[in-house]
């Protein structure tokens, strides 16, 4: 009961999930980085689905031996046979559907655009969960504060030089992050009687494969040009496995909204990164304008009262 309480309090999940987010935000610059490291191509679809697997196949062995080390109950590295089903549908959506789509659109949208269009995920997740738990219902001020953000989404589109949408590129941002939202309520879903380090690993690792399946029957390679390429990948598959376990220890125990929300930080430390790794300009009125719009759905929805589950 204590260690219940501990993982509910607002302190802990707001610290735990600043720390996640931040983490996170450092994948977009990370991912471009990786592109001109390997030397990948925008248009080699393969390759980037090589590259994107060969993270999350690192992400998922490295939560899987941490979970052999901390999980008490957690005795055999491979799941049981009831586990398999859900942990499989989990990763359809949370790793293989969000990043396939994800490091796809990736190539013709920035750093800080990407980092901005992750905020999706999180109304996505608050939508859903309020059809899916009784306990997470949608009231007026998270409803206002997903409006808010999809407000600050469509700043992105106006003026200061905008290129405009494209689908293949910020429309499969948005999808993949529409995807990242129901693989939050399937977590959710699927949390009794499964530890989140068995749940995380194996569906970060499961996906990961599918991705590398996927770019080397398409004709993918990875090219390690020098000692960066390896570092890059590893700090994008710890980084990925880290954050992961504790996301999905919060969304274990907490309400998917009181969670998800915090995903609206993803832009600000997105645009951050971006700015210090990738030399983007940050500093305009429509960016700005962007960030505070999110940070303003995140703190409505969380203002919210969420019945006790």
């Known amino acids: 009961m204590k260690d219940k309480k501990i993982l509910t309090s607002p302190l802990f999940v707001t610290l735990c999930a600043f720390f996640c987010t931040m983490l996170w ?10 592109y001109k490291e390997f ?33 008490k109950k957690y005795k055999k590295p491979i799941p049981r046979k009831k586990d398999i089903v859900p942990i499989c549908i989990l990763s359809l959506f949370q790793t293989y559907g969000q990043y396939m789509l994800l490091y ?82 399937i977590s959710k879903k699927i949390a009794d009687g499964r530890t989140p380090s068995l749940v995380s690993g194996w569906q970060l690792f499961i996906g ?43 969304l274990f125990h907490n309400p998917v909204s009181k969670v998800a929300v915090y995903n609206l930080l993803i832009p600000v430390f997105g645009t951050i990164w971006s700015a210090i790794f990738l030399g983007e300009q940050i500093f305009t009125l429509r960016n700005l304008c962007a960030i505070l719009l999110i940070c303003s759905g995140i703190f409505l929805a969380q203002q919210a009262k969420t019945i006790s589950n």
């Not at 248009?43 to 031996?65: E, H, P, Y």
């Not at 859903?128 to 306990?135: C, D, E, Q």
């Not at 398409?218 to 390896?230: A, D, E, H, Q, R």
């Open 25 to 34: 935000g450092t994948a977009f610059p990370a991912i471009k980085i990786g």
């Open 39 to 71: 030397q990948i191509a925008p248009d080699d679809v393969a390759s980037i689905l090589c590259f994107a697997g060969a993270r999350f196949i690192i992400a998922g062995l490295f939560v899987i031996v941490i979970g052999l080390i901390t999980e």
């Open 104 to 185: 796809i659109g990736i190539v013709s949208v920035t750093g800080t655009n990407s980092s901005l269009f992750t905020s999706v995920s999180t109304f996505a997740s608050v939508i859903l969960s309020a059809i899916v738990f009784k306990t997470d219902s949608l009231t007026i001020k998270k409803l206002a504060g997903c409006i808010i953000g999809f407000i600050g989404i469509s700043v992105m589109f106006v003026g200061d030089g905008s290129a405009g949408f494209s689908f293949l590129g910020e429309g499969l941002v948005i999808l993949s992050n529409v995807a990242g939202g129901i693989g939050n309520v």
């Open 208 to 250: 990961g494969t599918a991705l590398f399946i996927s770019g080397v029957i398409s004709g993918g390679k990875l090219n390690f040009l020098s000692p960066s390429c390896l570092l890059i990948l590893l700090y994008l598959g710890l980084m990925a496995g880290g954050a992961f376990i504790i996301w999905t220890l919060l």
